[in-house]
């Protein structure tokens, strides 16, 4: 995927050099794992990439959020595969042809994480909608969707701002498919 400029941001891959900014982020967002750990998962994103251009797949993958102005790495926005009971949800039961079942399917979905110092200044919603339109746009995407938990205010806010319909999972399992968003391809 070509870098996205945003008028703030610039959404690129990321790349080997940036374990110590991607560290900080990830630990401050979900919790602190061994440097090491960190390391391998850098390795294996930036081989990724490679890997599914040549297999014809989307680009899967969390992309480095840097400032326009300074390169700085502040965040991660990604396009990731997203598994669960999607047919439970209003939204996406009201689509189908036959009573929803509860399984879990395949969506692509929508992910973004943004440092602590950097939260709150929209650059979450900006480089998501980017994100969004690329996958709109370039890949003629249907829809994107988006989960987290029901005390992630932060969260739930993007969501809404990015325009997707938000609801909440009214079963408690699985416990990380907690509120949902969906954003449908404006175009369709």
């Known amino acids: 995927m070509r870098p996205i400029t945003t008028p703030r941001l610039v959404i690129r891959e990321f790349e080997v050099a940036d374990c110590q900014p991607v560290t900080r982020i990830l630990d401050d ?4 794992l061994p440097r090491v750990e960190r390391d391998a998962w850098l390795q294996w994103t930036v081989r ?18 840097a400032l326009r102005d300074s390169g700085d790495v502040i965040g991660s926005v990604g396009l990731v595969p997203s598994f669960g009971p999607f047919d439970t949800l209003p939204t996406l039961s009201a689509r189908l042809r036959a009573k929803p079942t509860g399984r879990h399917r395949p969506e692509m979905g929508l ?30 995407v249907d829809r994107l969707v988006a989960t987290t938990e029901h005390d992630n205010d932060a969260s739930i806010r993007v ?15 699985p416990a990380w498919f907690q509120t949902v968003g969906v954003l449908f391809n404006p175009g369709r």
């Open 111 to 140: 992910f973004w994480a943004v440092a602590g110092p950097h939260r709150g200044s929209g650059y979450a919603t900006e480089a998501a909608a980017a994100l969004a339109e690329f996958a709109f746009n370039s890949l003629n």
């Open 48 to 65: 990724n990439y490679r890997a599914l251009e040549q297999l014809g797949q989307p680009p899967y993958g969390d992309y480095a959020v």
């Open 159 to 173: 969501m809404r701002r990015l325009g997707m319909t938000v609801e909440r999972n009214a079963q408690p399992e």
């Open 29 to 32: 967002c979900f919790g602190p």
